[in-house]
């Protein structure tokens, strides 16, 4: 790589600070995004994600587009979600290709690591790259894809000690690109055949996930309809080597519950219907509703006026140890309860209201719950006892423990 090298990221989210910051130990770096708030928030050095470290970074932040022009390398992060109707939406994609196709330079460079189905990159990005530039792919410009691989909230697995999947238009491209990762990742890299090989295998990665963890959830739904703990079920065939270590539970988020629906959507133009990828969806979307029956069970035991029921839930985010309530599953617990006219109140220490309706944490508060439901396993949430429990608890407890994080729950996923 050049030491002259300007590296433009475009779209600041979980995905693109972190690789912000990391280039810009080596490189000039440029941040765009066009969330007017976001982008003042990391002038002042603030993030509202995950707090990224930012003092002593040299990233330049900004809002306007024509600062891009001096660029030569383009990293896109921005959102991949679908539709209601779980349709692949490429708006913000396209949005992005567009933008950056009136910056481009000849030997520019645009690396995509957007979650997408294999072909988006240079069967949608790259026309409407030539049709907004006077360019020529593997010409005048060239593509790369490299997948994210983080986990939000993991403190271990980051960036940079994490293998980087890397891949380029051309061999030549290929390679600059690798090396251009090499640099801030740890772990090393691993480029790809092909742009479509790095693409398909990001989705594979979590559609393999979700599959897993729909076979687990349908384990946990049968072997409670048979009484026998499924949690004690799975300490036993651990033992096994071979056993895949997976939890049931719920799958909300951007990544996991969104990406099938990428691979999904592109094998069905080729006319083929993935039956296990789909089945594995409707049955993890199904666990939120569960959930909301097995409450409903609950407070027909303990013969409840459903109207005056108290139902707690602690944890509202789509995984631990983070803010990031896109696409949570917890909300469709709560909307499946209120359905039944049960009261819910829920808490999370990451999210302030109005997404959650408790602002202070109940375990301080003098207020008592008929049922508590464990979402989402916060560490602040671990250290709490059977007694504190039991301070909150009208009545006998009834913990609905979706993540298995207690010795003493009611009853476990
Ligand atoms: N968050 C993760 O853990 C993770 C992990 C792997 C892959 N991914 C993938 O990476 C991509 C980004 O995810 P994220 O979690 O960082 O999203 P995010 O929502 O946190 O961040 C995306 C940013 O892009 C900005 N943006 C939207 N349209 C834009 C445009 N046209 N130009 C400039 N900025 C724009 C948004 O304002 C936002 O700040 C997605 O495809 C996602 O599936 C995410």
């Avoid at 539970?249 to 219907?273: N, R």
């Avoid at 808490?347 to 944490?361: A, M, Q, S």
Wanted: glycine content about 4%; hydrophobic content about 40%.
């Amino acid at each position: 790589m050049k030491k002259e090298d300007k590296i433009a990221i475009i779209g600041l989210g979980y995905v693109g600070l972190p690789l912000a910051k990391s280039f810009s130990k080596y490189y000039n770096v440029i941040g765009y995004d066009i969330d007017i708030k976001r982008v003042n928030d990391l002038k002042k050095n603030i993030d509202r994600n995950i707090d990224v470290d930012l003092k002593d970074t040299k990233i330049v932040y900004t809002i306007n587009e024509k600062d891009l022009k001096d660029s030569n390398i383009y990293i896109i992060t921005v959102p991949t979600p679908v539709s209601n109707e779980n349709i692949p939406d490429l708006n913000c994609l396209e949005n992005a290709t567009r933008m950056v196709a009136k910056y481009l330079n000849k030997g520019d460079i645009i690396i995509y690591e957007s979650t997408v189905y294999p072909g988006v990159t240079e069967e949608i990005c790259v026309p409407l790259i030539e049709k907004n530039s006077s360019l020529k792919y593997n010409v005048d410009f060239f593509c790369g894809y490299s997948p994210e691989r983080i986990s939000p909230g993991d403190k271990n697995r980051h960036l940079s000690n994490i293998v980087k999947i890397t891949s380029g238009s051309t061999p030549e491209i290929a390679s600059k690109i690798d090396t251009l990762y090499k640099k801030i990742i740890i772990a090393g890299t691993y480029k790809a055949t092909s742009i479509k090989v790095a693409e398909a295998s990001k989705v594979v990665e979590n559609v393999q996930r979700d599959v897993n963890i729909a076979l687990m959830n349908e384990f946990a739904i049968m072997f409670d309809k048979m009484k026998i703990s499924s949690s004690d079920i799975f300490s036993a065939a651990k033992t096994k080597w071979n056993f895949i270590n997976f939890s049931p539970g719920l799958v909300g988020g951007h990544c996991i519950g969104v990406d099938p629906y990428y691979l999904s959507f592109q094998s069905m133009k080729f006319g083929f219907t993935p039956e296990l990828l789909l089945k594995s969806r409707e049955i993890n979307n199904s666990i939120p509703k569960y959930i909301a029956l097995k409450v409903m069970q609950f407070i027909n035991e303990k013969k409840l006026i459903k109207e005056e029921a108290k139902v707690l839930i602690l944890g509202y985010t789509f995984k631990e140890n983070c803010a990031d309530i896109r696409n949570t599953k917890v909300e469709q617990i709560k909307i499946e309860l209120e359905t039944y006219s049960v009261n819910v109140f829920t808490y999370d220490p990451y999210v302030k209201l109005p997404y959650t309706n408790l602002e202070i944490d109940p375990f301080i508060n003098n207020e008592k719950y008929d049922i508590i439901i464990l979402a989402v396993s916060h560490n602040e949430f671990r250290n709490y006892t059977i007694k504190d429990f039991n301070r909150i608890s009208k009545e006998k407890l009834v913990l609905l423990d979706i993540k298995g994080l207690y010795k003493f729950s009611t009853w476990t996923l």
